[in-house]
């Protein structure tokens, strides 16, 4: 029997293409399955908690005096008239304000200069410095009173609206010039070299180059401190004694007495406090947030 041998290579195995459809699922990790309740829920008792308390106080400045509903109505504005003219809460919003505003600028503009020069140039006690201003935020106001008083006392700058804008301006400054180089840091210095090469001078470069992109960072800096000032109580109680001198702080502090609580002059006064910061923060909160995050890390 005469066998024949046939050698070869057996063809390669057509390739299959998948059959159309959805890939199949990934492993998820542990936290994406949880449920949208065990999220929600939390999140309902945190607001649940956060509003009730502005609601409380919107019902207290609307409705009536000695009513008990728990709906403001009938609404009525007479506490916030009491407050606004009897109260003088008139001359404390516009006292408030110049001091916020004056404080904005000032802290700003200085923070400006200190954070470029931390940002931009390299000296032997930088480091030194750095950790000096971050130290002196672990200091409270309450500890420099006497001195700032007693220097403020031999400037005669006493019972003024400057000694609360220089001393709102000093304790914003640390914090503002640390977050001011972080802004400018993210800037590449390139661009301001682009800029000396085409006629610039320095100061021509910061303006027309750099000073646009930090307006997030401008912006952030300047709210907090405008807030910062806008609330800050110990400066204006201290610093200040004349009636036509303080601000919206200390003017809520005179309608609570020893002996009894105006709770609806109190709520309209707090409505008055608010307001104007809550309608700020919402026109600059994309701005805010942008700003913050772009300062906390060094680009």
Known sequence: ????????????????APAPGP??????????EVPRWQIYLPLSVYLLFTLVPFYWILLFSLRPAGSTSLVPWPITFEHFEKVWTERSFGIYFTNSVL???A?????????????????RFDFKVKRGFMLALLCSQFVPGALLLVPLFQIFANLRMINSLGSVIIAETVFQLPLSMILISGFIKNVPYSL??????????????FRIVVLPLLRPGLIAVGSFAFVHAWNHF???LMFL????????????????SADSVDLGALAAGGIVAAVPVVIVFAFIQKWL???????????
């Open 1 to 16: 029997m005469i066998t024949k041998e046939i050698t070869g290579t057996a063809p390669a195995p057509e390739r299959v």
């Open 23 to 32: 890939r199949p699922r990934t492993a998820r990790r542990a936290w994406d």
């Open 99 to 101: 001091v916020g505003v």
């Open 103 to 119: 404080t904005l600028v000032m802290t700003t503009l200085v923070a400006l200069a200190g954070g470029y020069a931390l940002a």
């Open 192 to 205: 301001e070299e682009a800029a000396w090469v085409d006629g610039c001078n320095r100061f021509s470069a």
């Open 234 to 236: 110990l400066f204006a």
């Open 241 to 256: 004694s004349d009636q036509s001198k303080q601000t919206i702080p200390v003017g809520l502090n005179t309608l609570m």
């Open 289 to 299: 947030i942008t700003g913050f995050s772009a300062g906390a890390v060094k680009g």
